[in-house]
């Protein structure tokens, strides 16, 4: 998230960049915005994001 104290969101953001360069790989990278480095109170938004990044990899629809 962009409250992350241990790993600093722009460094994140780096590596995912620099994974897909160097990999030729796609990385699916987001922001969750007001998430700390344990997504305190934002669990539900990262499963949802997990289920739709599963979900679009194995051409099946997310569950509600």
């Known amino acids: 998230g962009n409250h992350d104290e241990l790993v600093p969101e722009a460094s994140v953001a780096q590596f995912a960049e620099k994974l897909a360069s160097q990999l030729n790989i796609e990385v699916a990278y987001k922001t969750i915005d007001g998430a700390n480095h344990f997504l305190n109170s934002h669990i ?21």
């Open 44 to 64: 539900d938004t990262f499963t949802g994001y997990v289920d739709e990044y599963l979900s679009a990899r194995l051409g099946t629809k997310p569950q509600p």
